[in-house]
């Protein structure tokens, strides 16, 4: 991410935030508050992750006074989070957190990274106590019987036309996913999360409604694992999370296991497509999601695209055929549609699976070759 623009200390404080951020952070609405001072820019929204969305704090510098700490303005929506003054005395953490600000060095380009998670884990604090002062026992039962799980997130919300309701973000399964791919390109650790959102209770209710549950998942962990194929367990009446988790990541656990050990599956099938396609131009090396090789029929020279499923062999590979030899009126080379309805079964051999796309690959050739053709414009 480039911070062209900034001062440069400015600029390196927020390389540094970016990059070493314990999650994915945004930077967004970046701005000059200057009127006549030619630094440039020295503010920002940042987009902070926590409780499986956002929340946005605008960072308020000034070029023109480098020394200063930059001030930090919460939403709307936390109107009551006063992070100088959440405990009754001064201890060990507000000792910190008045360092930060008092110490400031503009030329360390650790400061604002400092400076923001100190205020997050102000801000986890912060939400945790709102949500357990919500007169629902129902909450307060949840809250007491996972207070141990550690990484749990929690967040109370409202509006005019919205009931009150607890969110939750569990982090589910205590191993490093990305230590089991190996040659792992991910920066930052892949997890998953059960999202638990309950409704809070009117005192009249007989019965509690039941929590919404959803499985989340961090955004590069789709290359391994597809979180929209697990079903949910059911949630039975009674149930409290304690109970609900451990079943969970139990089959989660399996499910996430047998992904990795796809990846080989899903090598060893790209290379027993080379006797037939030859070496492959282009391959994921690392998931074993993609590959391209050159085919031809006859003078008609066309490239074959594999798209391979997390679910292979259970879903036969998506194919593609892009002309090398026809060429749009945009400039774009030809393309066929995405191509999966050929013969297919998930026991077959390797071996077998490759034979039968190649097969399948010499009678749509000259189909895909037919289409090119009459789709070229006649000069």
Not at 50 to 69: G, Q, V
Not at 127 to 133: A, F, N, P, S
Request: a negative charge; hydrophobic letters at 40%.
């Amino acid at each position: 991410m480039s911070f062209d623009g900034f001062p440069p200390f400015i600029s390196a404080q927020l390389h540094y935030l970016v990059n070493h951020f314990a999650e994915r952070i945004k930077v967004e609405q970046v701005l000059s508050g200057g009127k006549t001072y030619a630094g440039g820019l020295d503010r920002f929204t940042l987009l902070i992750p926590y409780c499986l969305d956002y929340i946005k704090w605008d960072i308020i510098y000034n070029a023109e006074f480098p020394l200063a700490p930059p001030d930090v303005i919460f939403g709307p929506e936390d109107e009551d989070f006063h992070p100088l003054h959440m405990t009754g005395s001064v201890g060990e953490g507000d000792l910190k957190f008045q360092n930060i600000l008092s110490d400031w060095n503009h030329k360390d380009p650790t400061r604002l990274l400092a400076l923001i998670q100190e205020l997050r884990d102000r801000y986890v604090a912060y939400q945790k106590k709102r949500v357990g002062e919500v007169d629902d026992d129902r909450l307060k039962f949840e809250i007491s019987t996972i207070c141990s799980r550690e990484g749990i997130e929690m967040q109370i919300s409202s509006g005019a036309e919205k009931p009150e309701e607890v969110k939750f973000a569990v982090p589910l399964m205590d191993m490093n996913i990305n230590k089991m791919v190996h040659g792992c390109p991910w920066r930052h650790p892949q997890k998953i999360y059960l999202q638990v959102i309950y409704p809070v209770g009117k005192k009249y209710a007989s019965t509690p409604s039941p929590p919404r549950l959803k499985l989340m998942s961090t955004t590069e962990l789709r290359a391994l694992f597809s979180i929209e194929d697990v079903k949910l367990p059911s949630w039975l009446d009674g149930m409290c999370m304690a109970e609900y988790l451990p079943h969970l990541e139990e089959s989660l656990q399996k499910q996430v296991v047998e992904a990795v050990s796809l990846i080989d599956i899903r090598r060893r099938f790209i290379e027993s497509l080379a006797p037939l396609f030859g070496r492959p131009l282009e391959a994921d090396p690392v998931f074993c999601r993609k590959a391209t090789f050159l085919a031809s029929s006859g003078s008609f020279v066309f490239l074959v695209h594999l798209l391979i499923s997390t679910q292979f062999p259970k879903q036969q590979p998506a194919l593609m055929l892009q002309s090398s030899q026809h060429i749009s009126p945009q400039g774009i080379s030809k393309k066929s549609p995405l191509l999966s309805e050929y013969p297919w079964s998930p026991r077959w051999e390797t071996s077998q699976m490759a034979e039968r796309i190649f097969d399948f690959m010499a009678d749509e050739s000259l189909n895909f070759k037919r289409f090119c053709s009459e789709s070229q414009p006649q000069h």
